[in-house]
């Protein structure tokens, strides 16, 4: 064992699109934990919990810092949120 818990924290959403959204939301806002890795955010159905959605794209970049962007994004990988 790792010695690592984590935290399973439900949040209601009323479809994936929207639960990805409030889950990145959420993720970005939790960086200023240093005990956080949004990276690793899924969302799945409440009556499904074995299928799981990622949340951010988490490739690791150079710095040894990961993508932010929501998971399968376009163009290249960023810390900064596109507009």
Not at 14 to 39: E, I, S, Y
């Amino acid at each position: 064992m790792t010695q690592r818990y984590v935290i399973h924290l439900p949040v209601v959403a009323k479809d994936l699109p929207g639960a990805q959204r409030l889950a990145r939301v959420v993720g970005r806002w939790l960086l200023v934990l240093p005990q956080t890795d949004p990276g690793e955010t899924t969302v799945s159905a409440e009556d499904d919990q074995n299928v799981r959605h990622r949340v951010f794209c988490d490739l690791l970049m150079p710095g040894g810092r990961r993508c932010l962007l929501r998971a399968d994004h376009d163009g290249p990988c960023s810390r900064r949120l596109r507009r």
